[in-house]
C-alpha cells in the first residue's frame, strides 16, 4: 500500500511560479512511475506530467510543455513539479498520483494510488 501526500500549492498571480510536493509512505517509490493529474471545477481530471521509476523519462500534456517539470527523489520518497510562468488556465486541484508500473503512464486507470489533491489558483 502507498499513501500520496501532496503540499505546495496556493494562490499565485499570472507569470508566478509553485513548486508542488507529493511525499510518499508505505513503500518505496522507486520501482514507481508516478504522475500528476488536475481537475478544473466542472471538468474532468486530466494528465498534467510522468515520470518513470528511475526519472529518466518524463512526459507532459502539450499546454504545459516548457512551463512545468516534473521530478522525483527516490532517496526522499518524493515526486516534485516545478509550475512556471503559472496561467489563469492552470487553476485546478492537483493530484499526485502512484502507478501500477515503472513506466511514467498518462491514463488515470494505471494510477492505483492517488492523494488526496492540493489547489492552485492562478488569478489574471
Known amino acids: 500500500q502507498v499513501q500520496l501526500v501532496e503540499s505546495g500549492g496556493g494562490l499565485v498571480q499570472a507569470g508566478d511560479s509553485l513548486r508542488l510536493s507529493c511525499a510518499a509512505s508505505?513503500?518505496?517509490?522507486?520501482?514507481?512511475?508516478m504522475g500528476w493529474f488536475r481537475q478544473a471545477p466542472g471538468k474532468e481530471r486530466e494528465f498534467v506530467a510522468s515520470?518513470?521509476?528511475?526519472?529518466?523519462?518524463?512526459r507532459y500534456t502539450d499546454s504545459v510543455k516548457g512551463r512545468f517539470t516534473i521530478s522525483r527523489d527516490n532517496a526522499k520518497n518524493t515526486v516534485y513539479l516545478q509550475m512556471n510562468n503559472l496561467k489563469p488556465e492552470d487553476t485546478a486541484v492537483y493530484y499526485c498520483?502512484?502507478?501500477?508500473?515503472?513506466?511514467?503512464?498518462?491514463?488515470?486507470?494505471?494510477?492505483?494510488?492517488w492523494g488526496q489533491g492540493t489547489q492552485v489558483t492562478v488569478s489574471a
Open positions: 515520470i518513470t521509476g528511475s526519472g529518466v523519462g518524463t
Open positions: 498520483g502512484a502507478s501500477s508500473t515503472y513506466f511514467a503512464p498518462i491514463t488515470q486507470s494505471e494510477y492505483p494510488y
Open positions: 508505505g513503500r518505496t517509490l522507486i520501482t514507481y512511475g
